[in-house]
């Protein structure tokens, strides 16, 4: 199953951050076998509707919020 991280950093020891839709990057990982991807958000300097915006991005790469 894949699974969502809003992190602060770039690997799976990374703080995770505490706001989802203007963390700075997504883990994007494979419960499996803990491999991982890394997204920058790109909706983090987003006027209004960062959190949507990233919802859907999650959704569009297979993975579930966690």
């Given at each position: 199953?894949?699974?969502?991280?809003s992190?602060?950093?770039?690997?799976?020891d990374?703080?995770?951050?505490?706001?989802?839709?203007?963390?700075?990057?997504?883990?994007?990982?494979?419960?499996?076998?803990?491999?991982?991807?890394?997204?920058?958000n790109?909706?983090?300097?987003?006027?209004?509707?960062?959190?949507?915006?990233?919802?859907?991005?999650?959704?569009?790469?297979?993975?579930?919020?966690?």
């Open positions: 199953m894949k699974v969502a991280i992190s602060s950093g770039k690997d799976l990374s703080l995770i951050a505490p706001r989802f839709g203007r963390c700075p990057y997504f883990l994007i990982v494979e419960t499996d076998n803990m491999s991982f991807e890394v997204f920058d790109e909706s983090i300097a987003l006027g209004g509707g960062a959190g949507i915006q990233s919802a859907q991005f999650i959704s569009s790469k297979g993975a579930k919020p966690s």
